[in-house]
């Protein structure tokens, strides 16, 4: 019987595939473990940021790390979903349909712009997305094992693009925003690139498939408090309450911010959860899921500003040792 797999142990292979991503993405550590974090709490991630900042870059370190099935498809308005989900060839020999899976078929999916292609190409990714299977011609597939999809979108160039809806944007556990590169950063880019004849960096897996289900499975054994659970709670419920809020995060944002701040943990070595994962998963998780009044996105305000006022505004809980050091001074 194999032993279970321990946060040390996720903390270790975090490490090698961050490490061997940074092969090729340059400075960008917070925004590549970031990716990392929300893969291993068997969440969906959209990475929107300006051109050329390595969104596709991203996804395509992580698959070759990581050893997974990996596909592209690059979203534009003439896709239909069945390029997506793929659909029933006719065979001339047998004379009979057969059915051909699309790139959904692969362990990790990358979806470039995918705000680029219409309403109803995007709407193919829902059901695989949420329920891990398609359903295609009455008929429902299963999804491999794991499945993430890793998406990208530009904030720019909104002419001929279909915003995502909320109901999509919902899906995405965490969304991650790469910025520009320090000016060190971008020189040591160009270092690199003298020191090798190959355009491409080639990546060597450092782990498989079957690895990372594995770490999956530990990040469920992360402990979470009652009191960072109500912490959660608490903050999901002040962007609800917010003035400046139309629409609040729903349940699904405390069950992404939960399962994000536990796989941050592992990540980080414990196996439990602190009120400092959850505040630095709260920007990621919560605020693409808000959608703010009129007034307020006129001004430029972001939903990271109304997670950060969230943050302020609700108490933060004590620790378990801090709580267990108050409950000692009570009782003497």
Not at 11 to 24: K, M, N, Q
Not at 130 to 136: A, D, K, L, N
Not at 234 to 251: D, F, K, M, N
Not at 288 to 303: F, M, Q
Request: glycine letters at 6%; aromatic letters at 6%.
């Amino acid at each position: 019987m194999n032993e279970p797999v321990l946060p040390a142990d996720v903390s270790a292979f975090g490490d090698r595939v961050i490490s061997e991503v940074e092969r090729a993405v340059v400075g960008k550590r917070d925004a590549v473990e970031l990716v990392l974090i929300g893969m291993l709490a068997k969440g969906h991630v959209l990475v929107e940021d300006f051109p050329g900042l390595a969104k596709t870059l991203i996804a395509r370190s992580f698959a070759q790390a990581i050893d997974l099935n990996f596909a592209r498809i690059q979203f534009t308005p003439d896709l239909v979903p069945s390029d997506v989900t793929g659909g029933s060839i006719y065979n001339p020999k047998s004379g009979e349909l057969t059915f051909r899976p699309g790139p959904v078929f692969a362990n990790l999916v990358l979806g470039d712009e995918i705000n680029r292609a219409p309403p109803k190409t995007q709407s193919a990714l829902l059901e695989a997305m949420s329920e891990q299977q398609v359903t295609i011609e009455g008929v429902t597939r299963e999804l491999p094992a794991p499945f993430v999809v890793l998406a990208t979108q530009n904030p720019i160039e909104f002419e001929g693009t279909y915003p995502l809806p909320e109901a999509q944007l919902d899906r995405f556990l965490i969304r991650v925003s790469v910025g520009y590169p320090s000016s060190v950063d971008e020189a040591e880019m160009l270092e690199r690139r003298l020191a090798r004849s190959n355009p491409v960096v080639e990546l060597h897996a450092v782990a498989d498939r079957v690895t990372f289900l594995a770490m999956q499975e530990a990040v469920e054994r992360v402990h979470a408090a009652p009191d960072l659970v109500r912490y959660i709670v608490s903050l999901v419920a002040a962007t609800r309450e917010h003035s400046g809020v139309q629409v609040g995060a729903s349940p699904r944002g405390s069950l992404a911010l939960l399962a994000a701040s536990r796989a941050r943990a592992a990540v980080r070595g414990r196996d439990f959860v602190t009120p400092e994962d959850v505040k630095a998963l709260a920007g990621p998780c919560l605020d693409h899921r808000l959608a703010l009044r009129a007034e307020l996105w006129v001004r430029g305000t972001k939903g990271s500003d109304i997670v950060a006022e969230c943050l302020t505004s609700v108490p933060t809980p004590p620790t378990e040792a801090e709580q267990t050091a108050i409950e000692q001074l009570q009782a003497r």
